[in-house]
C-alpha cells in the first residue's frame, strides 16, 4: 500500500517537475546556501541507530558527519520511512538517502549514486539450533524462507537455485523476517549480513539465531543516493568520501563498528 | 532492568507525540466539524454540494493517502520551496479527516431533533441562534456522545498513522527497537493504547452519566 | 372592533391548496373553537396565524396592527416576523417542552432571553429597567402560571418524569408567560390518554374564565360546545360553517357539518 502511494506521488512528482524547469541556483548552492546537508535515515544497527546514551549513532552516522565536515555544512539526520525514500528526496524534504543503501540498476536509473563504500551480502538466518543443517539445497527443501518484500533477500529466495524447493513468504522488513524465524513461522530469514551483525547479537531478544556459517549470496554494494540532477553534489560527496578515506577516518569508524573487511574505499 | 527502563522513557517519548496529535485534532476539528456539518445542511446549494464533496473526498480516501497528500505534494509543487514541517503536515491531515467525520456525527445528531422543538421555539419568539445554542444544542450533545466517543477513541490509535511521514511516535519507536533485536517493545507499546482508551472510556461514560439527568 | 381579524387567507403547498379562502374575527375574551375533520386545514391555518406557515394570499390584523398583508410584496424581516408571534401562542398536539431543562426553566427560557434583548435595545422590560429585576418578575410569574395550571410542586422536575397531561400543563403556561394576545391549542389533548385529557381541558376551561383570548382546534365536541363562544366547522380548506355553540353543533344547517357531527355521536354514545 504504502509502496503503491510512493510510487504514485513519484509519478505525480515527475510530471510536476516537468512542468516547473526553471533556472535556479545550482544544486549544490542550493545546500551550500542551507548550510546543511539532510541525511535520510532509517534506524537499523550498525549504520544509523539510538545509542545507550540516546544519541544517534553508527558506522553511517560517523561516516556522514565526517563527510560534512569536509564539505563544509551541517549534518541533519531526518528519519524517515523507508518506504518513501525516493518521494522524501525528490520532495527536498531530504537531500540524500544514507543508509546501508544497496546499488542496483533501477536506484541508479532514478536517482544519484555515489561510490561503493561498502560491500554487502544476503545471509541465511535460522536458529542457532538448526545453524548446521541447511548447507544444501537439499537440506532446505521445504523449508519456509522469509524475506522483506523487494529486498535483495527476496531476489535470492526467489531466483537462486539454492532456495528453489523452498517455500517463500514475503514480509514487509527484514526485523518481521527475523521475528518469523524466531517464533517458528518460517524456518529461514535471508537479511543483510550488515543488519545482522547488530540485530541477532548477545543481549537482543534474537541472541537464539544464528548466521548460517558458509553461504553467502549476492554480494552487492552500498552506496548514497542523491537526487538524479543533483550531479554537483555528487561529485562533491565522492570527493569528500575520498578524503575521508584518505586521512585514515574512515577505517577508523568501520573498525569501531567491525565493519572494517567490508569496507570498500580505501586511502589512496 | 535499565532496557526496561530505556524502553520505556523512548516509547513514552513517542506516545507524547500520539498525545500532541490527539488533542491538537480534537481541539480544532470538534469545532470546524460543526462549521463543516452547517455546511451539509446549508440551503445555499452550491456551498452544500461543495461540503458533501469535501465530506465524501476526505471520508472516501485513507487517512495514510491524506497525509502523503498534505506532506508531499506542495513540496513536490513547488520543487522543494515550500513543505510544511512533518508535524504541520500531520496535525493538518488529521484536523481535515477528523473534522469531516466529525461533521457527519453532528449532521446525525442535528437532523434527528424533532421539528416541534425549533418551532416550540420559533413561536415563542426566539432567534434561530438562540434555538440553536439554547435549545437544540443540548440535545445534540447528549445524543453523539457516544459516537463521537467512538470516533475519539479511534483516533488514539489512528495517530500512528502519522509514522508514514515519519513523525517519530510510539510505535515507530517501538518498530527501531525491533530493528535492534528487540522485539517485546512492539508489544508493550500496546499497553499506552490500552491504558489511553481505558482513560478516555472512562471518561466518556462519565459524561454519559452526566447527561442522563433527563431522557428525550 | 376585533381583536384579531384573518381575511382572506389561501394557502397551497406545492399544487395542493388547503386554505381556500379564510376570513373570521374574534374579540378579545373570546374563545373560538374549530373542529373539522383531519385534513381539513385547521392545524395549517394555527400554523399560519403563528407565522411557521406562510399563506400566498390575506391579511393578518391583530389590536389593528397589521402583521402580516401578502398584498404587499416586501419581504418581512426576521425580527418582524419574531415580533408578530409574539401576539400569538401556541400550545402544540405534542407539547414539545425542551427536555433538558426543569420544569420551569421551559416557562422561563424565553422570557429570559427576551428580557436580555429588550433591555440591552431600549432599557426597558416590562417596565423593568435591568436584568437582575426582570429576572424576578420572570421567575414571579412562572411561579404564578405554575400554579394556575396546578403544577407548583412539579417545577423542578424535568419533562421526562411528568405525564403527558402534565406536560401539557408545562406547555401551556410556557405559552402564557409571554402573554399572547391569542393563545392557539392545536388538538391539545389529541396525543393524551383519555384520562388525562379531563385536567388539561379544565386548565383551558380556567383560561376562560380569566378572560384569555383563545383559539382552540380540537376533537373534543363536548368541551368545544362547552368553552367556545364561537365554532368554526371546516371542512376542505373553507369554512362550512360558522357560528355559537348552539347554532353549529345543536342545530348545524350544512349537511358535511352534519355527517361529521352524527359520526361523533355515534362513538361518544
Known amino acids: ?268 | ?216 | 372592533m376585533s381583536l384579531l381579524k384573518v381575511e382572506n387567507i389561501k394557502k397551497s403547498f406545492g399544487k395542493t391548496q388547503v386554505l381556500k379562502d379564510i376570513s373570521f374575527s374574534l374579540e378579545k375574551g373570546e374563545v373560538l373553537a374549530i373542529i373539522g375533520s383531519s385534513g381539513s386545514g385547521k392545524t395549517t391555518l394555527l400554523r399560519c396565524l403563528n407565522f411557521l406557515e406562510y399563506p400566498q394570499h390575506g391579511k393578518i390584523t391583530v389590536n389593528q396592527s397589521v402583521l402580516l398583508d401578502c398584498a404587499r410584496k416586501s419581504k418581512i424581516s426576521d425580527a418582524e416576523i419574531r415580533k408578530n408571534r409574539l401576539h400569538f401562542g401556541l400550545v402544540f398536539q405534542s407539547f414539545n417542552l425542551f427536555p433538558q431543562y426543569k420544569v420551569i426553566e421551559n416557562i422561563t427560557l424565553a422570557p429570559k432571553l427576551l428580557a436580555k434583548e429588550q433591555i440591552k435595545n431600549s432599557g426597558d422590560f416590562c417596565g423593568v429597567k435591568n436584568y437582575k429585576e426582570a429576572l424576578e418578575l420572570i421567575n414571579a410569574n412562572a411561579e404564578k402560571l405554575l400554579q394556575k395550571v396546578g403544577l407548583s410542586e412539579k417545577k423542578d422536575s424535568y419533562p421526562c418524569n411528568l405525564s403527558g397531561g402534565q406536560q401539557q400543563r408545562v406547555a401551556i403556561a410556557r405559552a402564557l408567560a409571554l402573554n399572547p394576545d391569542v393563545l392557539c391549542f392545536d388538538e391539545p389533548t389529541s396525543a393524551l390518554d383519555p384520562e388525562l385529557t379531563g385536567e388539561v381541558l379544565n386548565v383551558i376551561r380556567g383560561l376562560k374564565s380569566s378572560d384569555s383570548t383563545m383559539i382552540v382546534v380540537t376533537h373534543e365536541i363536548e368541551f368545544a360546545r362547552d368553552v367556545a363562544d364561537k365554532i368554526i366547522f371546516m371542512a376542505d380548506g373553507v369554512i362550512a360553517e360558522e357560528g355559537t355553540p348552539e347554532q353549529v353543533i345543536g342545530n348545524p344547517q350544512n349537511p358535511r357539518t352534519k355527517a361529521f357531527l352524527s359520526r361523533f355521536n355515534q362513538y361518544s354514545k
Open chain 1, 1 to 268: 500500500m504504502k509502496k503503491l502511494l510512493a510510487a504514485f506521488l513519484t509519478v505525480a512528482m515527475a510530471a510536476v517537475s516537468l512542468a516547473g524547469c526553471g533556472t535556479e541556483a545550482s544544486d549544490w548552492d542550493y545546500i551550500k546556501n542551507k548550510g546543511e546537508l539532510v541525511i535520510g535515515i532509517t534506524y537499523f544497527e550498525p549504520m544509523n541507530y539510538k545509542g545507550d546514551d540516546g544519541e544517534l549513532t553508527g558506522f553511517e552516522t560517523e561516516f556522514a558527519q565526517s563527510v560534512c565536515e569536509e564539505l563544509g555544512v551541517k549534518a541533519t539526520f531526518q528519519k524517515i520511512d523507508w518506504d518513501s525514500k525516493e518521494v522524501e528526496l525528490n520532495a527536498k524534504t531530504i537531500d540524500c538517502i544514507w543508509n546501508g543503501l544497496t546499488i542496483n540498476d533501477e536506484r541508479k536509473e532514478n536517482m544519484g549514486i555515489s561510490t561503493p563504500y561498502m560491500e554487502n551480502k544476503q545471509v541465511m538466518v535460522t536458529k542457532a539450533e538448526n545453524a548446521d543443517k541447511y548447507t544444501s539445497a537439499e537440506a532446505v527443501k521445504g523449508a519456509t524462507v522469509v524475506a522483506e518484500k523487494k529486498s535483495a533477500g527476496e531476489d535470492v529466495a526467489k531466483g537462486n537455485e539454492f532456495f528453489k524447493e523452498a517455500n517463500y513468504v514475503s514480509v514487509d522488513s527484514q526485523a518481521k523476517a527475523l521475528l518469523e524465524v524466531k517464533s517458528g513461522t518460517a524456518d529461514i530469514a535471508i537479511i543483510d549480513y550488515v543488519m545482522s551483525i547488530g540485530t541477532i547479537a548477545n543481549g537482543t531478544d534474537y541472541a537464539d539465531l544464528k548466521v548460517v556459517e558458509g553461504q553467502d549470496f549476492a554480494k552487492e554494494q552500498y552506496g548514497i543516493a542523491v537526487r538524479k540532477s543533483d550531479t554537483e553534489t555528487l561529485s562533491k560527496i565522492n570527493e569528500a568520501i575520498q578524503a575521508v578515506a584518505d586521512d585514515g577516518k574512515l577505517e577508523e569508524i568501520a573498525d569501531k563498528y567491525n565493519l572494517t573487511d567490508l569496507l570498500l574505499v580505501k586511502a589512496k
Open chain 2, 1 to 216: 532492568m535499565d532496557q526496561f527502563i530505556n524502553v520505556t522513557q523512548q516509547l513514552f517519548k513517542g506516545f507524547g507525540e500520539n498525545c500532541f496529535i490527539f488533542a491538537i485534532t480534537l481541539l480544532l476539528a470538534l469545532p470546524l466539524g460543526l462549521i463543516v456539518s452547517m455546511g451539509s445542511m446549508t440551503k445555499f446549494k452550491p456551498l452544500k454540494w461543495l461540503t458533501k464533496t469535501f465530506v465524501w473526498i476526505i471520508r472516501g480516501t485513507p487517512l495514510m493517502l491524506q497525509l502523503f497528500v498534505v506532506f508531499y505534494i506542495p513540496p513536490l509543487v513547488s520543487n522543494g520551496s515550500f513543505s510544511f514541517p512533518r508535524m504541520q503536515a500531520a496535525l493538518i491531515a488529521f484536523v481535515i479527516n477528523y473534522a469531516a467525520y466529525f461533521s457527519e456525527i453532528y449532521r446525525g445528531g442535528i437532523e434527528s431533533i424533532p421539528r416541534g422543538q425549533y418551532e416550540a421555539g420559533q413561536v415563542l419568539g426566539m432567534k434561530k441562534t438562540q434555538i440553536f445554542f439554547k435549545v437544540v444544542l443540548m440535545q445534540v450533545i447528549k445524543r453523539i456522545t457516544a459516537p463521537i466517543g467512538n470516533e475519539i477513541i479511534t483516533l488514539v490509535k489512528d495517530t500512528s498513522l502519522a509514522s508514514v511521514i515519519a513523525i517519530p511516535e510510539i510505535l515507530m519507536n517501538a518498530k527501531d527497537f525491533s530493528m535492534e533485536g528487540l522485539i517485546w517493545p512492539l508489544f508493550y507499546s500496546a499497553l499506552f493504547f490500552l491504558a489511553f482508551c481505558g482513560i478516555l472510556t472512562l471518561l466518556f461514560s462519565f459524561i454519559e452519566k452526566k447527561l442522563d439527568y433527563y431522557k428525550g
